[in-house]
Structures are given as structure tokens and as C-alpha cells.
């Protein structure tokens, strides 16, 4: 069976920072693209960083380019994302899914399979 397990969320200071992780089981996360999407009180799930399939290409919202970070440890069969810099507006429940797709796209609806969602809340 498939599944995505989401940790590392929380409650932070705006600059704060915050690793999220992304366990997965079922299958091995360099078979497919993985990303991370958020989604926040009264608003759309949108998307915020993936990674292809082999690793080599990944991309990001422009919110939050040069702050957020997504990796992936094969070995562990786990993906990362790497929040510096928090602001108050990046809070929401994060979700990491996985799509069949080579590449990574921006659109829900190309992705299978979510995780169950990990909050973050940046606030002073």
C-alpha cells in the first residue's frame, strides 16, 4: 500500500525556520515526482515545491523562492522541505504528494497520492 507520512510542522516566529519531512512507504520515492503543496484557512490547496523523478529539476511558487528548499534522501526514501526565513502568510497544512509523472507539475490533480497534512503556524 502506498502512503505518505508528513512531520516536522509547527509553531514558529516569522523569520524562523522549519524542516518538514516526507516518509514514504509503498514505493520508492525516485519512481516518482514528489511535491509539496499547502493550503491554507478559507483558501485553495496551492502549490509550493517539487522535485522530478530522477531529481535532477525542481521548482518553486515565487513566494517563496529563495527561502524554501526540497531534497530527497533515497536512501531513506524520504523528501524534505527546508522553510527559512517564515513568514505569518506561509501558514497553512502542508501536504507532500506523489505524481506518476516524469516531471513535476504544479496541478493537484496530477498527483495520486497525499499524506495526511502537517500544520504550520507563523505568527509572533
Known amino acids: 500500500q502506498l502512503q505518505l507520512v508528513e512531520s516536522g510542522g509547527g509553531f514558529v516566529q516569522p523569520g524562523g525556520s522549519l524542516r518538514l519531512s516526507c516518509a514514504a512507504s509503498?514505493?520508492?520515492?525516485?519512481?516518482?515526482?514528489i511535491a509539496w503543496f499547502r493550503q491554507a484557512p478559507g483558501k485553495e490547496r496551492e502549490f509550493v515545491a517539487a522535485i522530478s523523478r530522477n531529481g535532477g529539476n525542481s521548482g518553486y511558487t515565487d513566494s517563496v523562492k529563495g527561502r524554501f528548499t526540497i531534497s530527497r534522501d533515497n536512501a531513506k526514501n524520504m523528501v524534505y522541505l527546508e522553510m527559512n526565513s517564515l513568514k505569518p502568510e506561509d501558514t497553512a497544512v502542508y501536504y507532500c504528494?506523489?505524481?506518476?509523472?516524469?516531471?513535476?507539475?504544479?496541478?493537484?490533480?496530477?498527483?495520486?497520492?497525499w499524506g495526511q497534512g502537517t500544520q504550520v503556524t507563523v505568527s509572533s
Open positions: 504528494a506523489a505524481s506518476t509523472w516524469l516531471v513535476w507539475t504544479k496541478e493537484t490533480q496530477n498527483y495520486a497520492y
Open positions: 509503498g514505493f520508492r520515492v525516485d519512481s516518482y515526482a
